[in-house]
Nanobody, 123 residues
Framework: QVQLVESGGGLVQAGGSLRLSCAASGRTFSSHAMGWFRQAPGKEREFVAFASWSGGSTSCADSVKGRFTISRDNAKNTVYLQMNSLKPEDTAVYYC????????????????WGQGTQVTVSS
């Protein structure tokens, strides 16, 4: 089992920055890929970014590319999402997730999820 706890969400003005953190515990952290997804009211959960177990392979959704950066610190069992130049359309609940399988942008293929952290961007 893997337990995930997100933090760092909040209210920020458009153009501002936030850094989300996700602390993992349970099964060996470094063997898992980590990802971030988000879900806005009335919308489906969507892929934001993922990083391989080594952090050497990362990917971001086109909608956040150039603004968001994912990184991980295996020594601290933590994955981060640095979000810059935030826009009102980035408002959502952000979820951290773990997969033991191949890296994918499809939420249903990720096995463990955190409780989510709210990010609200005002215009």
């Amino acid at each position: 089992q893997v337990q995930l706890v997100e933090s760092g969400g909040g209210l920020v003005q458009a153009g501002g920055s936030l850094r989300l953190s996700c602390a993992a515990s349970g099964r060996t952290f470094s063997s898992h890929a980590m990802g971030w997804f988000r879900q806005a009211p009335g919308k489906e959960r969507e892929f934001v970014a993922f990083a391989s177990w080594s952090g050497g392979s990362t990917s971001c959704a086109d909608s956040v590319k150039g603004r968001f950066t994912i990184s991980r610190d295996n020594a601290k069992n933590t994955v981060y999402l640095q979000m810059n130049s935030l826009k009102p359309e980035d408002t959502a609940v952000y979820y951290c997730a773990v997969t033991f399988w191949q890296l994918t942008t499809t939420p249903t293929w990720w096995q463990y999820w955190g409780q989510g952290t709210q990010v609200t961007v005002s215009s």
